[in-house]
C-alpha cells in the first residue's frame, strides 16, 4: 500500500529537571522515542546514541526480516553504550527506553524495550485509542496479575520502575504490526506524558486536533499535570503519497 507517514513533534524537560534526557526522531519511514535513564548525562547520552543507530534501521540495505534488523540496530546500541562506559566509567548505569514505529508497504512494525509507549486510532473508530506496547515495568506486572488496575498504575508510587532497558547488556525487543490504512493515527510518547495525564484526556486531544495542535496540546496537558519528568510526544497521520 501506498502512504506517507507524516508527524509533529514535541519535547519538553518537565517542571522539575534541567535536562532533557528524552531523544526523538522523525524520518521518511521510522520514528523513534527514547527516555534515558542515568541522571545528568547519561540517560542524554544513552538515549541519543541508541535513538541514532534504530533511526538508520530505514536507511540502511533492506531486508526481508524487519524484525531482525531491528532486533540488531537495539543489539548494536546495547554496544555502543558498553564502548561508552569502557571509555567513561563515570557513564555506568546509563541506558535507555526504546519505542520504534517502522513504516513498510504491507505493514507497520513496533519495537519497545521499557515503558515508552505507542498507541494507535483507527480513522473509522475513533472512539476508541488502543494501546500498541506493552511496558516492560513492575507496575504493569502488578496489572497484569490482577493486583492492582489501570488507573491505580498510574498513580502507583513504584509506576517509574522498568524491568527493562537498553543498557550496556543486550535485551530483546518487544514487536507488535499492523497494517498500514491512510487516515489512521498513531502516537509514540514517553512516560512523562503517560505516568500524568488519564489516556481518556489524551484520547480526546489525539482524536480531535491536527497533529501539530494535538503535540503541543499533550505536552501541554503534562505539564499543566505538574509532569517533573521530561515528556515527549509524536503524533503520526498515514497521508496519501
Do not use: W
Amino acid at each position: 500500500m501506498r502512504y506517507r507517514v507524516t508527524a509533529a513533534g514535541r519535547t519538553h524537560p518537565g517542571r522539575v529537571r534541567a535536562i532533557n534526557e528524552d531523544t526523538h526522531h522523525i524520518g521518511e519511514r521510522v520514528l523513534v522515542v527514547a527516555d534515558g535513564v542515568g541522571g545528568e548525562a547519561g540517560g542524554e547520552i544513552a538515549s541519543q546514541t541508541v535513538a541514532s543507530i534504530i533511526a538508520n534501521v530505514a536507511t540502511s540495505r533492506p531486508t526481508e526480516d524487519v524484525y531482525q534488523s531491528l532486533t540488531d540496530a537495539v543489539a548494536r546500541g546495547s554496544h555502543a553504550i558498553a564502548r561508552q562506559v569502557q571509555e567513561e566509567p563515570g557513564l555506568a548505569g546509563m541506558s535507555t527506553t526504546i519505542t520504534v514505529m517502522l513504516g513498510g508497504d504491507r505493514r507497520i512494525v513496533f519495537a519497545q524495550v521499557g515503558d515508552s509507549r505507542a498507541y494507535y486510532l483507527r480513522a473509522k473508530k475513533p472512539e476508541t485509542l488502543h494501546q500498541v506496547t506493552r511496558d516492560d515495568s513492575f507496575v504493569q506486572e502488578l496489572v497484569d496479575a490482577g493486583v492492582i488496575n489501570r488507573e491505580q498504575a498510574q498513580h502507583h508510587p513504584q509506576r517509574n520502575l522498568i524491568l527493562k532497558a537498553v543498557g550496556d547488556h543486550i535485551v530483546a525487543p518487544s514487536f507488535a504490526s499492523y497494517a498500514p490504512v491512510v487516515g489512521d493515527r498513531y502516537l509514540l510518547c514517553s512516560d512523562g506524558l503517560t505516568d500524568y495525564v488519564a489516556e481518556s484526556d489524551i484520547h480526546a486531544v489525539v482524536v480531535a486536533e491536527h497533529r501539530d495542535v494535538a503535540a503541543d496540546r499533550l505536552i501541554d496537558l503534562a505539564l499543566r499535570a505538574g509532569a517533573p519528568d521530561n515528556v515527549t510526544v509524536i503524533v503520526a497521520d498515514l497521508t496519501t503519497p
